[in-house]
């Protein structure tokens, strides 16, 4: 690079290129800097040669750029940084600076450093980022969705094949299910009409939640019946919040459409205890059966 015809190449090669390069001396004093620095930065280099950073760029600028400067020059390791820099309309870029030493042969040393704008590439991947949660968002609502009864909004018999194994295995396969029939249903529809059905079924599930609080699970199997899956649960606890339930909706009063309905329930209890080994198929008909035997004696009791 000592000779005059050299340095003349050097220059023409580095302003056809499309990456910025810039060159400093060890007062870091710009000497050289090609087009597409200036291209990126906005700037023209009569107003950059033999000026340092502090001169024409920003404060938050500067500090990042000095450090890096400094390690290079002293030590003649390669600094390679991400950072955000700002053009003279104080328009934000994100560049990777890829920063060496120069020595020359006449022991001359000069900072040398090439700039790769990633804003582009930044921007998508943050756009790609934001697709990406927003498609998990959506995932997480359809799946929501598969697994909801739309009326009720409790969890659906779907649900129950999804959830409920490792819900038990969870909980060492230990606790229990409630089994729920709501007594005379169909007659209610046939009298008042299925718009008070539904309502019925709305307000016996929120009745419900209202004491499970999350703890469990409410899943409706079809018209009237419902489960409540309750992992974990001890026999005497799962036989009294069953109880506590077939109380409340039989306590509460029932009005929709200027009609009083009278609303109770039956409740089929069935608990790991009771079986000899794990088995969710088996559990679920001993919670069936014990309902079934609520309905033959009478209704509105728990068996």
């Given amino acids: 690079m000592h000779h005059v015809t050299d340095f003349t190449l050097f220059k023409e090669v580095m302003e056809i290129l499309p990456t910025p390069v810039l060159i400093k001396d060890t007062q870091h004093r710009y000497i050289f800097i090609n087009k597409a620095f200036e291209a990126l930065f906005q700037v023209n280099r009569a107003d950059i040669l033999g000026k340092q950073d502090k001169e024409v760029f920003s404060d938050r600028q500067v500090a990042q ?41 006449n022991g001359e040393t000069y900072l040398v450093g090439t700039i790769y704008d990633i804003t582009d590439v930044t921007v998508m991947n943050q756009q790609l980022m934001v697709n990406q949660e927003k498609l998990k ?15 009720t909004g409790c969890n659906n018999r779907r649900a129950l094949d999804n959830q409920l194994p490792t819900l038990f295995k969870n909980n060492a396969l230990q606790g229990g299910l409630l089994a729920i029939d709501i007594d005379n249903f ?86 790991t205890d009771q079986m000899p080994q ?26």
């Fill in 186 to 271: 169909k007659k209610i529809n046939d009298h008042y009409g299925h718009h008070v059905g539904d309502l019925c079924l709305q307000k016996m599930v929120e009745t419900i939640t209202d004491i499970i609080l999350g703890k469990y699970q409410l899943i409706r199997m079809g018209g009237e019946e419902f489960l409540i899956a309750c992992a974990g649960i001890e026999y005497k606890k799962l036989t009294r919040l069953a109880e506590q339930l077939r109380n409340e909706v039989a306590e509460k009063d029932y009005h929709f459409l200027d009609h009083d309905i009278n609303l109770t329930i039956s409740i089929g209890v069935a608990h």
């Fill in 137 to 151: 968002h959506q995932s997480q609502q359809l799946e929501k969705m598969a697994n909801t009864d739309p009326l």
């Fill in 65 to 105: 750029c000095n450090g890096g400067d400094l390690r290079v020059l002293a030590t003649g390791e390669i600094d390679e940084a991400y950072e955000s820099v700002f053009d003279s309309n104080a328009e934000q870029r994100e560049v990777i600076t890829r920063k060496s030493r120069l020595t020359l042969a």
């Fill in 278 to 303: 794990w088995d969710l198929d088996k559990l679920i008909n001993s919670a069936d059966k014990a309902l079934y035997k609520a309905k033959a004696l009478g209704k509105n009791q728990v068996q």
